[in-house]
């Protein structure tokens, strides 16, 4: 049977196949789509976890019993797991253990477009990189036999290409799946205190030449011979870019790019006249190839940065340093909260305060582009409140009472619990703002802890996230209703005011999950003053035409901020004029 499946399609389809009894994820684009496919299949225990770190060591735990378990998520949020991937390699685990890591070439939607590969070398276990959706289904099953063969965890590597292209696939056998495991406690194994430790790292090393010895048996990585004149080393979605501008090339075709098949390298490297290495972001395959004394040509620093195409590889082939111009795409479109975002009546009462703002991962991230222009610093999940603290902690207390950490509600269960709880305990002078929209909202409306559901919908205990904070120390705790310009403003200056720290909820619940839609605002032409205040909201619902506001009526969902914002009577809600 065929299927037409994205990557990430593929990899729940995979996971399905290998008979994995648990999966876990926090959502994160490229990755998200993996839990969102896999909940189809009611066999698998899947959830959203609070972070990835969680996510990870949920489904190391249940490889520790037998069962075979899959952790999802996009290249940061190895970072968050990455404390549990370093000792899980000197662990293993008595089931298959496979954590999908989704990488974003070009920064699509993410902070920076770090290269995953370097993960695998750091904890010294194999990484697989597949090219298209039949391989991301394939090497998923097969990571599994992979990890049970060497008791290793194993990366899985996708990137946007990938996870969000779709290709033909063919399906396969699913494996017998059991329902029940046992934990066989074993603390030479799994505890790893120092003397176990010591034992473990030494079967690491021992492991990881054995791999090295696998990568060059395995069919995944194949020679196909052509040209001898050029030849071809490349991973992933790469290799296809390469085969389309150099199809008549010999390739070296690494399925597992991690350890690198030596011996295939060293006999490919001397059978061709020239030898390239095509792969995106870092030189992560080149360098350990100039390592082994091999000649190699690989891209100029300058196709380090963003996605590869094969225009670039092209260009790379040539041996230019200079990253060619892209066709005329048509004039960009940058992004902006909906119409109708509670967030922007924050974004809109903190910048007219004059307020300094540190934010977090999350929709309201576009609060520091124009018109808003409101957020000042983001850097990753639950930095925003450790940054308004630090700030507090270097500037006047004056200047302190000006500065305002900004954070979703699920980016708050995260990873911003425990910041918070940080400047509670050290006595810190901030104003935290949680932004409540009941979803996970930017990677396309999952649940959290917060929202009372689970992944499949069922219903399930719901944290209070402000009882939460005064549980955590914080005495000075409102919620606001952010279409209420007047109520923020106000709450804002009472927390500013008090000493100590000050958390403010801000309550709206996403406007794509409920969907609801009030009558549009109605503009009144002979009241305008054209003072251009209402455009500076920033909401899509509102163009400016010769100078005037224009409502989209199809696209204005009678929030009522711009009402409150116009001062001279030119915006009304709809019902006035009755």
């Known amino acids: 049977m065929k299927k037409f499946l994205s990557g990430n399609e593929a990899i729940a389809l995979g996971a399905h196949e290998a008979g994995v009894l648990v999966v876990a994820a926090y959502p994160g684009t490229p990755s998200t789509e993996i839990l969102e496919s896999i909940v189809q299949y009611p066999e698998i225990d899947c959830q959203w976890s609070p972070n990835e770190k969680v996510a990870l060591d949920v489904a190391s735990g249940a490889a520790f019993c037998g069962a075979r378990a899959l952790a999802a998520m996009k290249h940061v949020g190895l970072n968050v797991a990455s404390d549990s991937l370093m000792t899980l390699s000197y662990t293993g685990s008595k089931g298959g253990l496979v954590i999908v890591t989704c990488d974003d070439p070009g920064m699509h939607s993410s902070q920076n477009e770090q290269d995953n590969h370097h993960y695998a070398a750091f904890a010294k276990v194999p990484m697989l990189d597949p090219a298209d959706s039949q391989e991301a289904k394939d090497f998923t099953v097969f990571a599994f036999k992979l990890s049970e063969k060497f008791d290793t965890p194993v990366l899985l590597r996708s990137t946007t290409r990938i996870s969000h292209g779709k290709g033909v696939v063919k399906t396969g056998r699913m494996a017998k799946l059991r329902r029940s495991y046992s934990f066989d406690a074993d603390r030479q194994k ?143 479109h940058p992004p902006a909260m909906c119409p109708g975002c509670g967030h922007r009546g924050i974004f809109w009462s903190l910048k007219r305060l004059g307020l300094k703002v540190t934010g977090d991962i999350g929709c309201y991230t576009l609060g520091t582009l124009p018109p808003l222009e409101a957020l000042h610093t983001c850097v990753c999940m639950g930095a925003g409140i450790g940054h308004a603290h630090g700030i507090s902690k270097a500037v006047s207390p004056e200047e302190a009472k000006k500065t305002v950490a900004v954070i979703g509600d699920s980016t708050f269960f995260h990873a911003g619990i425990g910041p918070l709880m940080d400047a509670v305990y ?95 605002v109605m ?21 400016e035409v010769k100078g005037q506001p224009r409502i989209i009526s199809e696209l204005c969902t009678g929030c009522g901020i711009c009402v409150q914002v116009c001062k001279f009577g030119a915006l009304t809600p709809y019902d006035a004029e009755s």
């Not at 021992?206 to 040209?227: A, H, P, Q, V």
């Open 190 to 332: 799994y505890v790893m205190i120092p003397a176990y430790a010591r034992v473990r790292h030494a079967l690491v090393e021992k492991r990881l030449g054995k791999l090295k010895e696998f990568s060059d048996e395995t069919e995944l990585n194949r020679i196909e011979w052509g040209d001898k004149g050029i030849g071809i080393i490349a991973a992933g979605v790469s290799y296809y870019y390469a085969k389309e501008v150099a199809p008549d090339a010999s390739f070296l075709k690494l399925g597992m790019s991690y350890p690198l098949p030596e011996k295939k390298v060293r006999r490919f490297a001397r059978q061709v006249k020239k030898l390239y290495v095509i792969e995106e972001l870092d030189d992560f395959i080149a360098e350990q190839i100039r390592a082994m004394g091999i000649e190699v040509r690989s891209k100029a620093p300058a196709f380090r940065l963003g996605e590869l195409d094969p225009l670039k590889v092209k260009a790379i082939l040539r041996g230019a340093n200079e990253v060619p111009e892209p066709a005329e795409t048509g004039r960009p």
């Open 426 to 520: 050290n006595k810190g002078n901030v104003t935290v703002v949680i932004l409540d929209n009941r979803t996970t909202a930017m990677t396309g409306r999952q649940d959290h802890p917060g929202t009372g559901k689970t992944l499949r919908g069922e219903p399930t205990n719901e944290i209070d996230i402000p009882k939460l904070c005064r549980a955590l120390g914080v005495e000075d705790v409102k919620t606001v209703d952010p279409f209420d310009l007047g109520g923020v403003s106000a709450a804002l200056r009472d927390s500013l005011s008090r000493e100590g720290v000050s958390v403010l909820v801000s309550c709206a619940e996403c406007l794509l999950i409920s969907r609801k839609r009030e009558q549009a």
């Open 523 to 543: 503009f009144h032409v002979e009241h305008c003053r054209e003072c251009g205040l209402c455009l500076l909201l920033g909401c899509p619902a509102i163009e």
